[in-house]
Antibody
Framework: QVQLQESGPGLVKPSGTLSLTCAVS?????????WSWIRQPPGKGLEWIGEIYHSGSTNYNPSLKSRVTISVDKSKNQFSLKLSSVTAADTAVYYC???????????WGQGTMVTVSS | DIVMTQTPLSLSVTPGQPASISCKSS???????????LYWYLQKPGQPPQLLIYEVSNRFSGVPDRFSGSGSGTDFTLKISRVEAEDVGVYYC?????????FGQGTKLEIK
């Protein structure tokens, strides 16, 4: 049973860089799946941030593309998110998720709350 | 971006009664491969979203058969035949025919 677990600082200063990691357990990140980051501001809906394949290929949401970097570390079976120049608008619960063979997100991490504040 | 519009944004249902949520997309979700890339999720309070329905009408593993999806092109519906207390939460539709993946605003289901 594949499980995902997000980790990283819960508080980031404005203009700083948000950095999160998603550890994959119970399966290999090198499987034939893409791996995504999705966020949810408090009390609001879901926004897809971007995805990565184990080869390192990425796709990003154009609305965030200039600030986002998603990378993969196959040796650690994990993938990571970096979001630069953050503002209060980036305060959200950040989820990592697996893109299933059905082109949907079938496995999600529990999510980690990141607050942007000085 | 493809805009996903859900209605209603909230509904209150008596246990045992049916419920229905509509989702409309700004572009057709029918791909040339014959698949329609429309999905439904339920986010229970304090939890991440969970996949309910994939490709319009296919129930994901473990999803009760009281949940059903239908529709085509740009108009889709999620139906719950008999609402139970455990069905409370926010329901989202999502498209994955085109990047970026986009979600509807969500429909909050409450129990009367």
């Amino acid at each position: 049973q594949v499980q995902l677990q997000e980790s990283g600082p819960g508080l980031v200063k404005p203009s700083g860089t948000l950095s999160l990691t998603c550890a994959v357990s119970g399966g290999s990140i090198s499987s034939s799946n893409w791996w995504s980051w999705i966020r949810q501001p408090p009390g609001k809906g879901l926004e897809w941030i971007g995805e990565i394949y184990h080869s390192g290929s990425t796709n990003y949401n154009p609305s965030l593309k200039s600030r986002v970097t998603i990378s993969v570390d196959k040796s650690k079976n994990q993938f990571s998110l970096k979001l630069s120049s953050v503002t209060a608008a980036d305060t959200a619960v950040y989820y990592c998720a697996r893109n299933s063979d059905y082109d949907a997100f079938d496995i999600w991490g529990q999510g980690t709350m990141v607050t942007v504040s000085s | 971006d493809i805009v996903m519009t859900q209605t209603p944004l909230s509904l209150s249902v008596t246990p045992g009664q049916p419920a229905s949520i509509s989702c409309k997309s700004s572009q057709s979700l029918l791909h040339s491969d014959g698949k329609t890339y429309l999905y439904w999720y339920l986010q229970k309070p304090g939890q991440p979203p969970q996949l309910l329905i994939y490709e319009v009408s296919n129930r994901f593993s473990g999803v009760p058969d009281r949940f059903s999806g239908s529709g085509s092109g740009t108009d889709f519906t999620l139906k719950i035949s008999r609402v139970e207390a455990e069905d409370v939460g926010v329901y989202y539709c999502m498209q994955s025919i085109q990047l970026p993946y986009t979600f509807g605003q969500g429909t909050k289901l409450e129990i009367k």
